[in-house]
């Protein structure tokens, strides 16, 4: 009898990721078939194709790591707002309100003061002289 693969064994990570890929890169048709194919999955953990990795972190500690589907940041000249697959960043940042989108759902908001931030390879790091929620 055959049974259905594990929830991980890599064909099912295979579409998982095949899903993500499609809704992110492809055409209209491809799009269309990964919504057909998206139900299959149902009861899978499927992380949303549209997050990147999200770390903010101050001297003393490890504030908030996490996907996250957006973030603005206070940089030193204004606001910016941050999403997947942006080009390469390096931004001197200002006081003021960050947000972070979370891939979970729910928005999370920071107070920081100072720092720098970076966006290289769908990885956001900021570090900061102080953050507080």
């Known amino acids: 009898m055959n049974k259905p693969p594990?929830?991980?064994?890599?064909?099912?990570?295979?579409?998982?990721n095949t899903i993500g890929s499609i809704l992110l890169f492809g055409?209209?048709?491809?799009r269309r078939l990964?919504?057909?194919?998206?139900?299959?999955?149902h009861g899978h953990k499927v992380i949303?194709?549209?997050?990147?990795?999200?770390?903010?972190v101050t001297p003393d500690r490890?504030?908030?790591?996490?996907?996250?589907t957006g973030a603005i940041l206070p940089a030193h000249d204004g606001m910016i707002g941050?999403?997947?697959?942006?080009?390469?960043?390096?931004?001197?940042?200002?006081?003021?309100?960050?947000?972070?989108?979370?891939?979970?759902g729910?928005?999370?908001v920071f107070q920081i003061k100072g720092g720098v931030a970076q966006m290289k390879d769908n990885h956001l790091t900021v570090?900061?002289?102080?953050a507080s929620e």
């Open 34 to 41: 990964a919504c057909r194919l998206a139900p299959r999955l």
């Open 82 to 104: 941050i999403l997947t697959g942006r080009a390469p960043l390096l931004v001197r940042l200002g006081q003021g309100t960050l947000t972070a989108h979370a891939a979970t």
């Open 127 to 130: 570090l900061t002289e102080s």
């Open 27 to 30: 055409n209209a048709r491809l």
């Open 48 to 56: 949303h194709p549209m997050a990147f990795h999200c770390d903010i």
């Open 6 to 16: 594990h929830p991980a064994t890599p064909a099912v990570r295979w579409q998982v």
């Open 62 to 68: 490890e504030v908030f790591n996490q996907s996250v």
């Open 106 to 108: 729910g928005d999370r």
